[in-house]
T-cell receptor
Framework: AQRVTQPEKLLSVFKGAPVELKCNYS??????LFWYVQYSRQRLQLLLR??SRESIKGFTADLNKGETSFHPKKPFAQEEDSAMYYC??????????FGTGTLLAVQP | KAGVTQTPRYLIKTRGQQVTLSCSPI?????VSWYQQTPGQGLQFLFE???????NKGNFPGRFSGRQFSNSRSEMNVSTLELGDSALYLC????????????FGSGTRLTVV
């Protein structure tokens, strides 16, 4: 069965500290992993996709097929990073399975 | 270029009524998906359309339906509304594969009273 797990509902860090969001997935086929971010009162925005390996807003992530994980990291958190982050699994079916989300709170 | 546009932004309906929500995808995107977002269930997939054909459907009752027009615009309809249908309904568009990610609209906030 397709499943996405985000183990942390809330992640609180101080400004300037490193941050790592966590996402594990379960999928029998060839997965496509995404991270979306939702800032307060704004629409969901694509943050990362595993196929591009590009860095967006300072976050980078590598798909680890062995551990079925896709954890984005940022070396120095900023207050403007405070938002809700969702991991999503896509694949051949052209639908996204979302995790339950992680609220990142960056304290000043 | 213009993003994904959803109308209306807000709706208040009474139990038992029906509602139609509209989504205009990014120009050139032929795939349109719909999602329901609630505090309790999170983001759940409703259905996906490509070239006017429903390619995939989530686990929602038959009261939830949709369609896509030849210009790729899509509508979703919910009949016989229930209180539990109150949610933010999101539309997302993508290219034909979806592998480059989905662009979401701002959503329609439906409140059923």
């Amino acid at each position: 069965a397709q499943r996405v797990t985000q183990p942390e509902k809330l992640l609180s860090v101080f400004k300037g500290a490193p941050v790592e969001l966590k996402c594990n997935y379960s999928y029998s086929g060839s997965p496509e992993l995404f991270w979306y971010v939702q800032y307060s009162r704004q629409r969901l925005q694509l943050l990362l996709r595993h196929i591009s390996r590009e860095s967006i807003k300072g976050f980078t992530a590598d798909l680890n097929k062995g551990e079925t994980s896709f954890h984005p990291k940022k070396p120095f958190a900023q207050e403007e990073d405070s938002a809700m982050y969702y991991c999503a699994l896509g694949g051949a079916t052209n639908k996204l399975i979302f995790g339950t989300g992680t609220l990142l709170a960056v304290q000043p | 270029k213009a993003g994904v546009t959803q109308t209306p932004r807000y709706l208040i309906k009474t139990r038992g009524q029906q509602v139609t929500l509209s989504c205009s995808p990014i120009s050139g995107h032929r795939s349109v998906s719909w999602y329901q977002q609630t505090p309790g269930q999170g983001l759940q997939f409703l259905f996906e359309y490509f070239s006017e054909t429903q390619r995939n459907k989530g686990n929602f009752p038959g009261r939830f339906s949709g369609r896509q027009f030849s210009n790729s615009r899509s509508e979703m309809n919910v009949s016989t509304l229930e209180l539990g249908d109150s949610a933010l309904y999101l539309c997302a568009s993508s290219d034909w594969t979806g592998g480059h990610g989905y662009t979401f609209g701002s959503g329609t906030r439906l409140t059923v009273v």
